[in-house]
RNA sequence: GGGCGAUUAGCUCAGCUGGUUAGAGCAUCACAUUGACAUUGUGGAGGUCACAGGUUCGAGUCCCGUAUCGCCCACCA
């Protein structure tokens, strides 16, 4: 009687998942007393964990591919594996997300209140998290999801504070000010993400500042914001401009505040642009913000949080906003004879992506963390090799980055994130107002506002309200999302002192996209140094981009995205991991092309209907005699399959996914399929049944089959072990193909 | 403006430290086959390796320049 398996191939692959799920081979710990042998050093990767704030899309599952392949192949070499999920709450992203489902619904978060806000962020986030989930499973990810955290799960905030209040006390941490935009009718502060940019009419305005002692000498700068004026400390020209090479260093009226302000040099001083003098107001437009802190300008703030003009200003623009001021104020400088002219121009200005408000640049104070010292180390890292990137082009560019570095800002105004945990006594507004008037005194400042306060002016650091004094005012801003998830790979091993850490840390592979190299894995590699004294992970693994199929980026305004759903349902999982691995190389792009996957679906196929022919051939009167049999290591396709094994091995080791997709490809179709089976069916064609001959050459193929199972598996993870089960029901073999051991040869 | 890449067959891309006649998949053409295979097998055609120079006994590979494209960052007074 003949064996047969069902003609076509269905991958069960949910039913499979659940097989390897519940063998104990997720978990490093229970793997290791699965093991015959004994256990090699563990190996563990953090996996990135995606943004809880909607699906995953088809550059997501195919990054797992990555991850899994190489777990799965560390796991056959005898390394407890340990692949560790997650799911981000990635703070503005999420925020914004959130804030549109409300909008949906006729909702709003300011009626919401932030704590109701928060909580139901959260439910909508863990939603997310599920569906995420079930996504990764489908790809066949092989993480321990009994480790899965959030990135606001309690006990990896712990870590987060413990980090933070380190640094503080180290002095690491600082306050600064910065230009922020903020929006004047969302009333909030918007991350660069948050703002669009798009050309509306405006005015250039050229005005006139007199020269300090030279009678009807004056320089013209031209502008498009006129209010600004009222906060410049400063006029730049370009030193190689001859018009103005005689004033730089002189003084200039500033017109309306008539103060005097100083005319400087700097190279970045477009000498095309309007008449080639720049007003500088470093409170209000970022490179202005930068001239400030180059020239050690003062800094003037003039307009206020709501976009009303504000500070030491005359008191009739005093509570105008922008606009109206600027009308009134082209209008004072007229009958000054200071104007010029005014030109009705098209310009690019950055607004609110919700509400198409032009935004304001106004100062305001963050927190910072000196990261100097920090970026030292990571480079020297990346010198002496301990850290490296694939791509290499890549590292000179992560290189270039921390010899660039600056202080990062880690305060985000948001409701969605962790608290940063800092109380003011005596309110926010105190501490910030003595750190910059230093030797003045509450009393000072009570004075000054006409108020009184309760407190002290000194700050507290820690979750909960201090139990000691009054007057407590809790931080409210957020910290910057990549200051937890920069801590990832030892935050979720328990942090430092954790029990997985002292097992599994440091890590030994980061794989993500690389439009997230600086923000990321920079961050990890500077908190991974200073919390643990080494690096996080030795490899950083940049993974390809999914493009659509004529070459663009997928995007859901273009409406040319691809459901990953879609694509498991019509070509399996295996097809689309063997795609990826071998056209999604480090670094590049890979347009996505329904022909390539659907070539690889039928390899799949191939090795379905091959593995069935195998075992069609195997009488079952033979299957005893064939299991017992010894098979004979000396037969040349025996020892070309080694050397193949061992070839693919290299190429894993290596990372060299397209190597080995194509090498297994080849390996498999052309060798074993095309040649050797038709071979050995040939040379059992007329033996007998059960004769001496058939079980030896039965034997041997059904070897090279299984050694062709367990080499694939990483790469193509359910339709090998498909097979093995089939022989396994066969009682041709036993166990999981995912515990089976592959043997390398150093 | 700064940084990093890319340019190889009709398409998408491999080609590690320079070494015979430059490869794969898809597409294409011819033949064979209904077989374990959603088909598959055999064979063919298709390339001045972007352009110009240089190093070398030897360059797709290393160096310099040019052109085009892409990505990231900064920014548009």
């Known amino acids: 009687m003949k064996n047969d398996i069902s003609k076509t191939f269905e991958e069960k692959e949910k039913e499979i998942f659940t097989l390897w799920e519940e063998s104990g081979f997720f978990n490093p710990d229970t793997m290791k007393a699965l093991l015959k042998e004994d256990a090699k050093e563990p190996f563990t990767i953090s996996l990135p964990p995606p943004n809880a704030n909607g699906n995953l899309h088809l550059g997501h599952m195919c990054g797992y591919s990555f991850h899994d392949a190489i777990g799965r192949y560390m796991r056959m070499t005898g390394h407890p594996t340990l692949l560790l999920p997650g799911k981000d709450h990635a703070g503005i992203q999420t925020e914004t997300a959130f804030t549109k489902e409300l909008e949906k619904k006729g909702k709003n978060k300011w009626d919401m209140g932030r704590e109701e806000f928060y909580k139901q962020c959260y439910e909508f ?35 987060v504070y413990e980090t933070f209040e380190m640094m503080f006390r180290e002095g690491m941490v ?30 250039f305005a050229y005005i006139k500042y ?42 200039v009226i500033l017109p309306i505040q008539n103060k005097e302000i100083p005319v400087i040099a700097d190279e ?44 030491n200003i005359p008191e009739k623009y005093k509570g105008m906003d ?23 121009i098209k310009h690019e200005v950055a607004i609110c992506e919700r509400c198409k408000t032009p935004v304001e640049p106004v100062i305001s104070n963050q927190w910072y963390i000196d990261v100097s010292n920090l970026a030292k180390e990571a480079l020297n890292a990346l010198h002496s090799g301990e850290v490296r990137v694939i791509p290499e082009g890549q590292q000179k560019a992560l290189e270039f980055f921390f010899e660039n570095i600056r202080p990062w800002c880690i305060s985000r105004q948001l409701w969605w994130g962790q608290r940063i945990p800092v109380w003011y006594s005596g309110g926010k507004k105190l501490y910030d107002w ?21 407190g002290d002016g000194s700050i507290y650091i820690g979750e909960n309200i201090p139990k000691e004094g009054a007057g407590w005012e809790p931080e409210t801003d957020m910290f910057d999302t ?19 850490f002292k097992k599994y840390y440091p890590t030994q592979m980061m794989i993500h996209a690389r439009d997230i190299l600086f923000w990321w894995s920079a961050r990890m590699l500077m908190l991974g140094i200073y919390r643990t004294k080494e690096v996080p992970f030795k490899t950083i693994f940049l993974t390809g981009m999914i493009l659509a199929p004529d070459g663009s980026k997928m995007s859901k305004s273009k409406g040319n995205g691809i459901e990953p759903q879609e694509v498991f349902e019509k070509y399996g999982a295996d097809a689309l991991r063997l795609w990826y691995y071998s056209d999604a190389l480090p670094g590049s792009n890979a347009p996505i092309r329904e022909e390539k996957i659907k070539g690889n679906r039928n390899f799949v196929n191939k090795i379905w209907n091959a593995s069935r022919f195998i075992l069609m051939n195997i ?64 040379e059992i064609q007329d033996k007998e049944v059960g004769s001496k001959e058939r079980v030896s050459r039965l034997t041997e193929l059904l070897y090279i089959l299984k050694q062709n199972l367990k080499i694939m598996h990483p790469f193509i993870p359910f339709i090998t072990e498909s097979v093995w089960q089939e022989l396994v029901k066969l009682k041709l073999t036993e166990g999981i193909l995912m515990g089976e051991q592959i043997q390398i040869s150093e």
């Open 619 to 682: 009488d079952d009167a033979e299957v005893d005699a064939v299991r017992e049999e010894v098979v004979d290591m000396e037969t040349e396709r025996i020892k070309e399959t080694e050397v193949h094994i061992q070839k693919v091995s290299k190429y894993l080791s290596k990372y060299q996914f397209n190597l080995g997709a194509e090498e297994i490809r080849e390996f498999f179709w052309h060798k074993l399929c095309d040649v050797w089976i038709e071979e050995i069916k040939s």
């Open 210 to 251: 007199p020269l300090v002692g030279e009678k009807d000498k004056y320089i013209m700068v031209a502008t498009t914001r006129p209010e600004t004026m009222l906060g410049d400390t400063a006029v730049a020209v370009n030193p190689k401009d001859d018009r103005y090479k005689e004033y730089i260093g002189k003084k």
């Open 125 to 159: 986030c863990m939603k997310n998290a599920s569906n995420a989930r079930d996504q990764e499973k489908n790809i066949g990810l092989s993480a321990d999801f009994s480790r899965e955290f959030f990135t606001l799960d309690p006990r990896l905030t712990e870590t």
């Open 322 to 344: 922008t606009l109206q001021c600027s009308k009134e104020l082209c209008q004072d400088l007229d009958s000054l004879g200071l104007l010029e002219e005014i030109k009705n």
């Open 268 to 311: 970045s001083v477009d000498i095309e642009v309007g008449t080639g003098a720049l007003k500088v107001t470093p409170a209000h437009s970022p490179v202005d913000f930068e001239l400030g802190i180059k020239y050690n300008l003062e800094v003037v703030n003039v307009i206020d949080e709501e976009g009303k003009m504000t500070g």
């Open 434 to 454: 003595l750190q910059e008037n230093k030797g003045k005194t509450v009393k000072d400042f009570e004075k000054e506002f006409n108020l009184k306060v309760i």
């Open 482 to 500: 990549w200051f937890s998830s920069g801590q990832w790979p030892y935050s979720t091993l328990g942090g430092p002192s954790g029990e997985d």
């Open 174 to 203: 600082y306050r600064d000010k910065r230009i922020v935009n903020i929006c004047p009718y969302c009333k909030t502060a918007l991350a660069d993400i948050d703002t669009e940019h798009e050309e509306r009419r405006g005015i």
